[in-house]
C-alpha cells in the first residue's frame, strides 16, 4: 500500500487533535508517510502541532516526517490528499452569525439561515483561493473539504472549478448520526449502509440496512420513538446542546415518521423552538469558546509541558475516521459507500442536475459513483427546492455582489420569511461582515 502524505489546512482548528487520534486509529486503512500542517495563524497552529507532533512521536513512529507550516509551497507540494477545515473569521465571527438573527427572533446558526449565508459569504473567497494555492502545488492532490457551510462552499467550488473532479465535499452529521444508530442496535457504525438524500444539513435516511441486506430502518424507529435518541459520539456525547439536538429528531420523527431526519432539519422545520430555546449570550459559538477551544488548548499546552500523552485522555471521533475511511476509500480504489456531495446530474431525477446533493456513494480512485435516489416525493422536494433556490441565490450574489440577490436568499429561507425582517438581519450582517464580505451593489448599481 502507497504511504500517503497527507496536509490539513486549518491545522490550528480545534478538531485537529481529534484527527490526529483517529490517523492513527486507522493507519493502517489509511498509512501516511507525512503529515503538514498548515495555517494563516502562526500562533494558534503551533500549539496544536507541536502538541501533535508529542502524540504522533508516542503513538504513530512510522511516521516519517511531521511539519508545519504557514507557507503554501511547503504546505502543497508532494501532497497526496490535503484535508481542508477552514474558519473564516473565527469563532468570533460565529457568534455574530449565531446573535444577530437572534435578535430578529430568527435562528442564529452557524451555517443554516441567515448565519450561514453570512458564514458562506466569508468562505467563499478563501476557500476558492486555498483549492488555486493546492492545484499550483499539487495539481493531482485529493481535497477532502469540510469547510461550511459545506452547502454553499461546494456550490461555489463547482462553479469556480468546474473541471476539477479531485475536489470531495463532505460532512460528518449523517456519519455522527449512524453512531448512534449503531448504537441502538448494537452494531459498528461500519457494518450499517445507508440509503439517503438530500442537500449538506438537510436531508433523512430513508432506510438504514446492514451488509447482509436486513433492513433495520423500522428497529431505528421504533427505538427512538420508544427510548428517545442521543448522541453517541465521544465529541459530541456529553455535550447539553448536541443531546438537546438529538432529542428533537424524537419530535421530528413524531411529527413526519416516514423518514429518519439529518438533525439540522430542526432549524427549518421547528424556528421558532429553536430562537426560543437560545440565550443570545451563549450561543454555540460562545459554548465551544467556552468548552472544545479550551478544552483543546489546555490539553496540548499540557502534552507540551510533560513532552509526552501520560497525564492527557484522547480520544478517537466519528468525525475524523469518517474523513479517513473516505480518503483510503478514493486512494486505494476500494469502491466503499459514503455519504458525500456531488452535483446532482440525475442522481434525484426530480431535482435539477446543477445542484450539489449529499448522497451515498461509492468511492472509487475515479472519484465518488452515487447511487441512482430516482424521484423524491412532494414534502421533500418543496423543502429542497425552497433551500436550493437559497444556497444557488447566495452563490449568485458572491460573483454579482448583489444585496438584492442576498435579499431574494434570506426572504426565500424558511428561518427568515418576512422580507423586512431580511432586510433588518441583511443590514446588521453587512455591518458586522465588513471586514470579510465582498462590497455589495443594488440592482441600480449604487454601492449600499
Ligand atoms: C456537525 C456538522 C458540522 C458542524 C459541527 C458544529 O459536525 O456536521 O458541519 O460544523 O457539527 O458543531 P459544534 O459542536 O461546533 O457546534
Ligand atoms: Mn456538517
Given at each position: 500500500m502507497k504511504k500517503q502524505n497527507l496536509t490539513i489546512t486549518g491545522?490550528?482548528?480545534?478538531?485537529t487533535i481529534g484527527m490526529i487520534m483517529s490517523l492513527i486509529e486507522e493507519k493502517k486503512t489509511f498509512p501516511l508517510r507525512s503529515i503538514t500542517f498548515y495555517d494563516t495563524d502562526a500562533g494558534r497552529q503551533e500549539k496544536i502541532a507541536r502538541a501533535s507532533e508529542i502524540i504522533l512521536k508516542e503513538?504513530?513512529?512510522?511516521?516519517?516526517t511531521v511539519s508545519w507550516t504557514t507557507d503554501k509551497k511547503e504546505a502543497y507540494e508532494g501532497a497526496d490528499f490535503v484535508f481542508v477545515q477552514i474558519r473564516t473569521g473565527g469563532l468570533k465571527m460565529r457568534e455574530q452569525d449565531e446573535q444577530i438573527p437572534l435578535r430578529h427572533g430568527r435562528v442564529g446558526q452557524e451555517t443554516c439561515g441567515p448565519g450561514g449565508m453570512a458564514y458562506g459569504f466569508r468562505s467563499i473567497g478563501d476557500m476558492i483561493d486555498v483549492v488555486n494555492d493546492i492545484r499550483h502545488y499539487a495539481p493531482e492532490a485529493w481535497i477532502l473539504n469540510y469547510t461550511n457551510p459545506a452547502a454553499i462552499v461546494a456550490e461555489a467550488l463547482r462553479r469556480e472549478?468546474?473541471?476539477?473532479?479531485?475536489i470531495l465535499n463532505i460532512c460528518d452529521m449523517p456519519a455522527a448520526i449512524m453512531v448512534s444508530y449503531a448504537k441502538i442496535l448494537g452494531?459498528?457504525?461500519?457494518d450499517l449502509v445507508p440509503e439517503y438524500f438530500g442537500l449538506n444539513h438537510f436531508g433523512w435516511f430513508t432506510d438504514i440496512y446492514d451488509k447482509e441486506g436486513n433492513r433495520l430502518t423500522d428497529d431505528i424507529k421504533r427505538a427512538i420513538t420508544e427510548d428517545g435518541f442521543i448522541p453517541e459520539d465521544s465529541e459530541i456525547v456529553n455535550d447539553p446542546s448536541w443531546i438537546k439536538t438529538f432529542k428533537q429528531v424524537e419530535t421530528m420523527l413524531s411529527h413526519f415518521p416516514e423518514y429518519l431526519p439529518n438533525t439540522y432539519l430542526q432549524y427549518y422545520l421547528y424556528p421558532s423552538d429553536m430562537v426560543e430555546k437560545e440565550e443570545i449570550d451563549n450561543t454555540r459559538a460562545r459554548q465551544v469558546i467556552n468548552g472544545r477551544e479550551k478544552r483543546v488548548h489546555t490539553l496540548s499546552e499540557q502534552i507540551i509541558e510533560d513532552n509526552?500523552?501520560?497525564?492527557v485522555e484522547l480520544e478517537v471521533d466519528i468525525h475524523g475516521c469518517y474523513m479517513i475511511r473516505v480518503a483510503a476509500s478514493l486512494a486505494y480504489n476500494r469502491g466503499e459507500t459514503y455519504i458525500v456531495i456531488v452535483e446532482n446530474n440525475g442522481i434525484?431525477?426530480?431535482?435539477?442536475?446543477d445542484a450539489m446533493v449529499e448522497v451515498p456513494a461509492a468511492l472509487t480512485s475515479r472519484g465518488p459513483k452515487p447511487f441512482a435516489v430516482g424521484e423524491i416525493k412532494t414534502f421533500y422536494k418543496g423543502l429542497m427546492e425552497g433551500q436550493l433556490a437559497f444556497e444557488k441565490l447566495v452563490v449568485d450574489a458572491w460573483y454579482e455582489q448583489s444585496y438584492d440577490k442576498l435579499m431574494q436568499a434570506l426572504t426565500l429561507n424558511r428561518t427568515v420569511v418576512d422580507a423586512p425582517a431580511a432586510k433588518a438581519i441583511l443590514d446588521d450582517l453587512i455591518e458586522a461582515n465588513k471586514d470579510f464580505w465582498p462590497e455589495l451593489y443594488r440592482s441600480r448599481q449604487e454601492a449600499v
Open positions: 491545522g490550528g482548528s480545534t478538531y503513538k504513530y513512529p512510522e511516521l516519517e472549478f468546474p473541471e476539477d473532479n479531485k452494531r459498528e457504525i461500519w509526552s500523552t501520560e497525564n434525484i431525477s426530480n431535482m435539477p442536475s
